[in-house]
């Protein structure tokens, strides 16, 4: 696992503290491009731009180096209805 990525999975386990947790490296392993699935009750009652502002403020200095972040950012229950399907 790159450093990168292991900053990032420290980060959101830390503050975010979810029930699930995806990080997968998109650039070939280069670290350049990430996209992450975070399913957290911290996620509950704010609207999408505010949970991405939110992982966007803990993951800044990480993001300083990326070329591309995508977020998908779940209540438990938004995951559990995914799921479900």
Do not use: Y
């Amino acid at each position: 696992m790159s450093v990168l990525k292991e900053a990032i999975e420290e980060k959101l386990r830390g503050k975010l503290e979810p029930i699930h947790l995806e990080i997968e490296d998109t650039s070939g392993g280069c670290g350049a491009s990430f996209s992450v699935v975070i399913v957290s009750k911290e996620f509950a009652g704010k609207a999408l731009l505010q949970r991405h502002r939110l992982v966007n403020e803990i993951l800044a200095e990480e993001i300083k180096s990326i070329h591309a972040f995508q977020q998908k950012t779940l209540t438990p229950e938004q995951w559990q209805k995914q799921q479900d399907k």
